[in-house]
C-alpha cells in the first residue's frame, strides 16, 4: 500500500479502541462520539478487506487478524511521536539568520537585538545584508527586512509606520539636499547622492546639508543631537517590512522575535 493511501486517521482510531476494548473509552480519549469510531472502524475493515473486533458476552475481543498489525501500529506511532521531537527540537535550536539593510542593522536593528537577547539568552543571531535583494530559495534565511511598500509573495508586518523626516546638521544651514537611492531628488537638483539611509544621516550630521530619512532611522541620531528635526514626519508610500516565506514565518523563534521588534 503506498504511503499516499494509508488511513492514518483510521488507524489512530484502531489502535485507541484496541487498548480500550471499548468504542465508548476510546471516543472519549479521542474526543469523537462512539458511532463515529465505530464509523472509522467499520471503513478500515472493508478496506483491510478483515474484521477486526468480535462482540462477545464479555465485551469487544481483537481478532488474530488485529493482534498480527497491532505490535507493528504502536511502533510506527511511537516513531511518528518521536518525528514530531526531532523537528521539535530543531525549530527550537534557537539560531536565526536575518538579512536587513546595513544601515538599518547599525542604526536601529542591533541595539534592539542586543536587548532582545538579554531577555532571551539562549538565541544566536546571524545578519547579512539584504542590499540588493535577498532570494529566499537560496540564502538560509529565517527573516528578512526590506525597504518596500509590502510583503510581496511572503509574509509580513510592517516594522514601523511609513514615515520620514528631514534631519540637517545642529548647526547646519546648507541648503544641499542629500539623495539614497530610496529616495532619488529630482533631475537637476543640487545633491549629494549617497549610498543608502544612514549614510545620508551622517552626511547631514556632518554639515553637508539636509535628508529626508525614515523617522525609525533617525530617532536614535535625533535624541543624541547629532541631527536636528527640519521638517517633522510625514507619510511616505515605502517603509521598512520584516518578510518571510510561509514556512519560516510559522516558526516559534520567528514569531517572538517578530513581536519584539514591532511591538
Known amino acids: 500500500m503506498k504511503r499516499t493511501h494509508l488511513p492514518l486517521n483510521a488507524l489512530r ?6 487498548r480500550h476494548l471499548s ?3 476510546a471516543a472519549d480519549e479521542l474526543a469523537v462520539t462512539p458511532a463515529a469510531v465505530g464509523q472509522q472502524i467499520r471503513a478500515l475493515e472493508d478496506m483491510l478487506g478483515v474484521v477486526l473486533f468480535r462482540r462477545t458476552p464479555k465485551g469487544l475481543e481483537l481478532t488474530g487478524e488485529a493482534n498480527a498489525g497491532l505490535d507493528a501500529l504502536r511502533q510506527g506511532f511511537l516513531q511518528f511521536e518521536e518525528s514530531v521531537r526531532a523537528m521539535q527540537a530543531g525549530q527550537s535550536s534557537q539560531s536565526l539568520t536575518i538579512a536587513a539593510p546595513r544601515d538599518l542593522t547599525a542604526k536601529w536593528l542591533a541595539p534592539r537585538l542586543a536587548r532582545y537577547s538579554q531577555q532571551a539568552p539562549d538565541v544566536r543571531f546571524t545578519l547579512v545584508s539584504a542590499d540588493g535583494g535577498i532570494d529566499f530559495t537560496e540564502a538560509n534565511l529565517d527573516l528578512a527586512i526590506f525597504w518596500t ?3 510581496g509573495d511572503h509574509e509580513g508586518v510592517p516594522l514601523a509606520d511609513a514615515l520620514m523626516v528631514t534631519v540637517a546638521g545642529p548647526g547646519s544651514d546648507s541648503d544641499t539636499r542629500i539623495a539614497w537611492p530610496g529616495c532619488p531628488v529630482d533631475e537637476g537638483e543640487p545633491a549629494l ?3 543608502d539611509a544612514g549614510l545620508a544621516i551622517d552626511a547631514a550630521a556632518n554639515g553637508l546639508g539636509y535628508a529626508n530619512v525614515p523617522a525609525m532611522l533617525a530617532e ?3 535624541a543624541a543631537g547629532r541631527v536636528r528635526l ?3 514626519a510625514f507619510a511616505v508610500k515605502r517603509g521598512y517590512w520584516l ?3 510561509t514556512p519560516q514565518w510559522r516558526q516559534t523563534k520567528v514569531k517572538a522575535l517578530v513581536a519584539a521588534l514591532t511591538s
Do not use: Y
Open 230 to 232: 527640519v521638517r517633522e
Open 243 to 245: 518578510v518571510a516565506p
Open 149 to 151: 511598500d509590502g510583503a
Open 220 to 222: 536614535g541620531d535625533i
Open 23 to 25: 468504542f465508548t473509552r
Open 13 to 18: 482510531v484502531f489502535d485507541a479502541a484496541a
Open 193 to 195: 547622492r549617497l549610498g
